[in-house]
Antibody
Framework: QVQLQESGPGLVKPSETLSLTCTVSGGSVTAYYWSWIRQPPGKGLEWIGYIFHSGTTNFSPSLKSRVSISIDTSKKQISLKLTSVTAADTAVYYC???????????????WGLGTTVTVSS | DIQLTQSPSSLSASVGDRVTFTCQATQDINNFLNWYQQKPGRAPKLLIYDASNLEAGVPSRFSGTGSGTDFTLTISDVQPEDIATYFCQQYDNVPLMYTFGQGTKLEIK
């Protein structure tokens, strides 16, 4: 059974770069679309962006200028970087897998447990 | 960009009740609408995909209907373990991007 585990610093200072990693176990990273989603405290879900195993990406227009996502297929890891963070970037960050193989189906059937990131000095 | 509006923002029901959540899209999204359940402190879980298809392992008291711009999620016999926030989500294929509704919180009386 595929499992996702997010990891990274729980505290980031304002103006610095948030860096998180999602490690995939029990399955392949190849042929799937991998997304990062975040959820500020007490609020809803916000899609950040996705990456395909080939390296193709797309990002939320509201975050596009600050976000990058990369993939290391040999390590089965998907990484997120968010630059110039502010308190508004405080959230639980999830990685998730689109159910489709090779072609996205538009729904996410596997989610990580999430990791909490606080932006504060 | 397509926006999703969920209503109500919160809902209180008794065990055994039938409850309905609604999700409205700002333009026609065919049947590309999915529903997730998020229990407190947990990751979201896929319930319904493509408007009406029940994800494997999800109890049959959950059902989804709709197409175009208006969609509903129904729980036919609310159970205490259904306490959660329910999110709808749609996707655009070119370029690929996903959008979530703001969620409806279900409480048990």
């Amino acid at each position: 059974q595929v499992q996702l585990q997010e990891s990274g610093p729980g505290l980031v200072k304002p103006s610095e770069t948030l860096s998180l990693t999602c490690t995939v176990s029990g399955g392949s990273v190849t042929a799937y679309y991998w997304s990062w989603i975040r959820q500020p405290p007490g609020k809803g879900l916000e899609w950040i962006g996705y990456i395909f195993h080939s390296g193709t990406t797309n990002f939320s227009p509201s975050l596009k200028s600050r976000v990058s996502i990369s993939i290391d297929t040999s390590k089965k890891q998907i990484s997120l970087k968010l630059t110039s963070v502010t308190a508004a970037d405080t959230a639980v960050y999830y990685c998730a897998r689109d159910s489709g193989i090779t072609a996205a189906l538009g729904y996410m059937d596997v989610w990580g447990l999430g990791t909490t990131v606080t932006v504060s000095s | 960009d397509i926006q999703l509006t969920q209503s109500p923002s919160s809902l209180s029901a008794s065990v055994g009740d039938r409850v309905t959540f609604t999700c409205q899209a700002t333009q026609d999204i065919n049947n590309f609408l999915n529903w997730y359940q998020q229990k407190p402190g947990r990751a979201p879980k896929l319930l319904i995909y493509d408007a009406s298809n029940l994800e494997a392992g999800v109890p049959s008291r959950f059902s989804g209907t709709g197409s175009g711009t208006d969609f509903t999620l129904t729980i036919s016999d609310v159970q205490p373990e259904d306490i959660a926030t329910y999110f709808c989500q749609q996707y655009d294929n070119v370029p690929l991007m996903y959008t979530f509704g703001q969620g409806t919180k279900l409480e048990i009386k």
